[in-house]
């Protein structure tokens, strides 16, 4: 579905991605890990069509996303959840969400949106509560839960999270993480990127391991997570076989 060769992305002269090559196939949960500043979110921004430099190929669905802006790139049926959630705040739950389908309701999909606005409802019964409440007063697990809901009311093919799971307690993370793994088990394709490598592999099918811009392990998730260099590096002293 995503195939991806020799991605170089450039800051000015600074080269932030030196060469990555990744696909995701139909159906997959891919993860994406990485240490602070290894190019994960540079790659994400790639993808979405946020990076001015790059070079190589990036192609969805066997058509090229060369100068395709974030519109055409969430038209194609891609939606990024963004680090950091950037929801509304001055805006409530229900317009939030529906801002995620703005492009379909100028399309004229209202029934299908409204469908989809009782899908995400059901995804995340806490929203359905406070649809009304202001984003900005809602709490950071509830914030990431809108952002999620919010891509998915785009009707992606491809849903793309940057680090879901930042500052959020462990029980929160948990819920967010089990319902990713809900979405890829009813058959949406997720690229997840995140520093909490365990978790996410524990959800995924595959892994990629991205250092300073180049991809230094890929494999099957069940096997990256028994490997001696991924628990020495990003499973931390609290990993237990
Ligand atoms: P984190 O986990 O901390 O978010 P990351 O893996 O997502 O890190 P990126 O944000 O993609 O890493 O950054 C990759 C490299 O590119 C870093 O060296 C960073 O300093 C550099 N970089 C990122 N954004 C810019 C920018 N706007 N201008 C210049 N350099 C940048």
Excluded at 28 to 55: F, P, R, Y
Aim: glycine share 10%.
């Amino acid at each position: 579905m995503l195939r991806i060769r020799n991605l170089k992305c450039y800051y000015g002269k600074i080269m932030a991605l030196k060469g990555v090559s990744l696909h995701i196939g139909q159906g997959e949960l891919v993860t994406l890990i990485g240490t602070n500043g290894s190019g994960k979110s540079t790659l994400l921004q790639a993808i979405c069509g946020l990076m001015n430099h790059w070079d190589g190929e990036i192609r969805f669905k066997d058509a090229s996303l060369r100068g395709a802006d974030p519109p055409a790139v969430v038209k194609a049926g891609i939606s990024l959840v963004p680090e950091g959630r950037q929801i509304f705040p001055p805006l409530t739950v229900e317009d939030n969400l529906m801002l995620g389908a703005y492009t379909r309701l100028r399309r004229g999909e209202r029934q299908a949106v409204a469908r989809d606005l009782e899908m995400v409802s059901k995804l995340f019964p806490v929203l359905r509560e406070r649809v009304q409440q202001l984003a900005g007063t809602l709490s950071g697990g509830e914030q990431q839960m809108l952002a999620i809901g919010r891509a998915l009311m785009a009707r992606p093919q491809l849903l793309v999270l940057d680090e879901p799971s930042m500052g959020l307690a462990p029980l929160v993370v948990a819920r967010i993480l089990e319902t990713l793994a809900d979405l890829r088990r009813e058959g949406l394709t997720i690229l997840l990127v995140e520093q909490n490598a365990r978790a996410a592999l524990q959800i995924a099918d595959r892994g990629y391991v991205l250092e300073t811009g180049r991809i230094v392990l890929q494999g099957r998730a069940a096997d990256l997570l028994v490997d001696e260099e991924v628990k020495r590096a990003y499973l931390g002293k609290d990993y237990r076989d």
